[in-house]
Every structure is written in C-alpha cells, then in structure tokens.
C-alpha cells in the first residue's frame, strides 16, 4: 500500500523499485500494473529479447517505474530518475550503493526509500547459500550481516526522531 501511494504521491516522477526475488518483482508488478501505474520489470527469470524491451520501455520514459532484481542497473545511465525503493534488504552495502547512486544522477533531488521486513535477512541468507561459491558463503553472510546491522541503526534513529518529536509536543 505504500509503495502504491507514494507512486501516486509522485506521479510525475520516474523510479525503480528492487526487490530480492523474481516472485516479488513479478508480483509488486501485477500489482502496480493493475492499479494502473505504467510499470515494467526485470529480472534474470526473462527471456532476453523481455529484459531488452523493458529496459527500453524504461530508458525511453514510456513507463514511470521499473521494478527489478539486482540484475537491472549495470551500464544503465538515466539521469531522471527520482527514487529508488528497496522492498527487500539488498545482499549488502555495495549492493545498496550501486542500486541507491541510480537515483538523482543529474544532481537533482531525488528518495531512496529502504523498507523492512525481518523475513529480508532469511531471503538474502537463502540466496546467498544457493548461488554462492561455497567458500566464499562466509565472506557474504558477513557482509549480509553488516547490511542488517545498518538496517538496524536506521530503525533506532528513527525512533529516536519520532520520541524527540512526541516530546516536543
């Protein structure tokens, strides 16, 4: 219901939402379409010749949203973009980075939006375990960690602001 209402909120504004998976991007999409947002998405679950088409449909502003996996992005230059949303917990730091630095590229204002569920960090560990060398499964589950803990400060400043705020009333 947020991701819907914000959407509408800046209607007039381009944005790409991640999600972890290619079931939630799948199914953010259908819900995005049917409340009639013009939306495409992407993931590595598409044929190419689909990925290629909603890319373009993106680059060339005919959609107002992307949602996608981490497989969206790279050598992608589009300087209007104004949000980013992560629906789930990226895997790690560098992911945020990468996914959050596609929005306000033209040096213009511009959201990055992280949303929460405590199911993000089982997802990630899930995803880690299955497509990681499993050497190096260690190595990403420690940087998958250092994800959670930011996640976990944002939340406590946030809480913070709110008491300060409810104090100051």
């Known amino acids: 219901k947020f991701i819907k209402q ?17 079931k939630k991007v799948d199914f953010l999409y259908e819900h995005l379409k049917d409340a009639g947002i013009k939306v495409a998405k992407y993931h590595a679950g598409m044929d190419e010749q689909q990925r290629k088409l909603e890319q373009e449909r993106f680059l060339r502003d005919e959609v107002q949203v992307m949602v996608a996996t981490n497989a969206f992005g790279m050598g992608i230059n589009k300087t209007n973009v ?49 497509s990681t060398d499993p050497s190096r499964i260690p190595f990403e589950l420690e940087k998958l960690q250092k994800m959670v803990d930011y996640y976990i400060k944002l939340l406590l400043c946030s809480i913070m602001i709110v008491a300060v705020s409810l104090m100051l009333v």
């Open 6 to 22: 914000y959407i509408q909120n800046n209607s007039n504004e381009t944005g790409i939402i991640y999600a972890a998976t290619r």
């Open 82 to 130: 104004r949000f980013v949303i992560h629906y789930q917990m990226p895997k790690n730091m560098e992911s945020y980075y990468q996914e959050a630095g596609r929005a306000g590229r033209d040096g213009l204002m511009s959201e990055c939006i992280l949303l929460y569920s405590p199911s993000d960090e089982q997802t990630q560990r899930y995803l880690i375990e299955q």
